[in-house]
Each structure stands twice: as C-alpha cells, then as structure tokens.
C-alpha cells in the first residue's frame, strides 16, 4: 500500500509533461493542413488565370481572376504577353504566394514558404 502512495500522481505529473507537446504537434498539423488548403487555392488560381488569359487578352483580367479566387498579393507571370498570343496557341499563367500565418506561434515557422502553381490553356480569343 505505501507504494501506491508514492505513485499516486505519476499520471498527473505525466500528463502535465506530455500536454505542451501534444498542442504544438497539433497546432503545426492544423498548420500544415491550411498551407494544403492554400496550395490548393493558388492551382485553383493558376487555372483561372489560364483560363482568363485564354479568352480576354487584358493583363488586368487575369489579375482580378487571380484575386477571386482568393489569394491577395499573389504575384502573376503570363507568358506569353497579350500582344504574342495567337489564336490556338499556348498561354502559360504562374502564381506564387506568401502565405499567412493561420495559427498563432507555429504558423510564423512557416512565413518563407512560397507556394507556386502554373496553368497552360490555348489561345481561343480572336
């Protein structure tokens, strides 16, 4: 019996040792799955791009098609320019992205990460 004592808040003491642990595995998964999210909204952006790019020669379209899709700040590269394009031939739209820290304190780790996805369509605008 007076060893059952002296045990008595090993799991306790355990748990408090283990607790900040767990939350910070948790927190930087929780991260990892937004900057999933945003790589999936920056293709998303790409092929929106693309396909702006392939109906309507304006530069600016494709900035504002870039933007919808969610992603403020993201740089764009089309390639190549509106006044190269020809009817049936490939237009290249590329976006990188920053992005943001989604959770306190871990997401900062994650603030040099560049996210990047590029879209090839053809050319349907007269």
């Known amino acids: 019996m007076p060893l059952l004592r002296r045990e008595r808040g090993q799991a306790t003491v355990e748990l408090v040792l283990a607790l900040p642990i767990l939350v910070v595995v948790v927190m930087a998964f929780v991260e990892a799955a937004m900057i999933g999210a945003d790589?999936?909204?920056?293709?998303?952006?790409?092929r929106e791009g693309a396909?702006?790019?392939a109906v309507?020669?304006?530069a600016a379209a494709v900035d504002r098609a870039v933007e919808a899709s969610g992603l403020p700040g993201a740089e764009v590269?089309?390639?190549?320019g509106s006044?190269?394009?020809r009817l049936g031939g490939p237009v290249t739209v590329s976006v990188a992205y920053h992005p943001k820290a989604h959770v306190p304190l871990i997401g900062h780790l994650f603030t040099l990460l560049t996210l990047r996805a590029e879209a090839t369509m053809r050319v349907e605008q007269p």
């Open 51 to 53: 396909r702006m790019a």
């Open 77 to 80: 590269e089309v390639t190549p």
């Open 83 to 85: 006044s190269e394009r």
């Open 56 to 58: 309507d020669p304006d």
């Open 39 to 46: 790589q999936v909204r920056v293709s998303h952006a790409a």
